[in-house]
């Protein structure tokens, strides 16, 4: 995984049914409803990239403005964001690369009170059990886009549960996420987001 793609993280494309239905205008409230309710979630992830390589994890996410992707054993690569900009550190090259979390269309997970109908569509589905939104601002489309996949389930806040997200770049360079084991609102310490820095500290177990 390269820098240039580690801030674009989506869900399985096979979750967007093939056969396109209109899905209600409602279900972009509903969208905003469900980030505004959830403070925190924990779940496993899957990510495959453009080369079909995929990875596996652990993500802990915090609202406003926390998120943490631990790889796998193995893979020398951590992705945090500690509520004001999103690192991603190399462990085994001794690189950090950082962004602004608004420069990135993850961002829309991460800040609760942006409206997200103002830079949010909605994308048909076949199966109304499903709401896909696809996020990007116009304005900065070296940004990239990011489409996340939501299944609607009764006992989930504002009746949706995120399943995962497909983001692209600005050079369409695709990275798939799917989630699963998704735990909503638990108790996480700020310390989960907490990262030592290779550059002064050299390669090291997180």
Do not use: C
């Amino acid at each position: 995984m390269s820098a240039r793609t580690f801030a674009f993280l989506f869900a399985a494309p096979a979750l967007v049914a093939a056969a396109p239905v209109q899905a209600p205008v409602g279900d972009l409230a509903q969208v905003q409803q469900h980030l505004q309710s959830v403070s925190s979630m924990t779940a496993g992830f899957s990510q495959t990239d453009r080369n079909n390589r995929v990875l596996t994890g652990t993500m802990t996410l915090k609202r406003p403005g926390k998120i943490r992707f631990q790889y796998q054993k193995g893979v020398p690569q951590l992705i945090v964001a500690d509520g004001s900009s999103l690192y991603f550190i190399d462990y085994q090259v001794r690189q950090v690369d950082r962004w602004p979390i608004g420069n990135s269309p993850l961002a829309v997970l991460l800040n609760p009170k942006r409206d997200i109908a103002k830079y949010a569509k909605l994308n048909p589905t076949s199966d109304p059990r499903v709401v896909s939104i696809e996020v990007h601002d116009p304005a900065h489309p070296e940004y990239g886009r990011i489409t996340m996949i939501f299944q609607k389930n009764a006992s989930a806040p504002a009746g949706l549960m995120l399943q995962g997200w497909v983001a692209l770049d600005s050079q369409n360079n695709r990275t798939t996420i799917k989630l699963s084991n998704q735990q909503l609102n638990g108790n996480v310490s700020d310390g989960v987001f907490r990262w030592n820095d290779p550059r002064r500290q050299g390669p090291r177990n997180r």
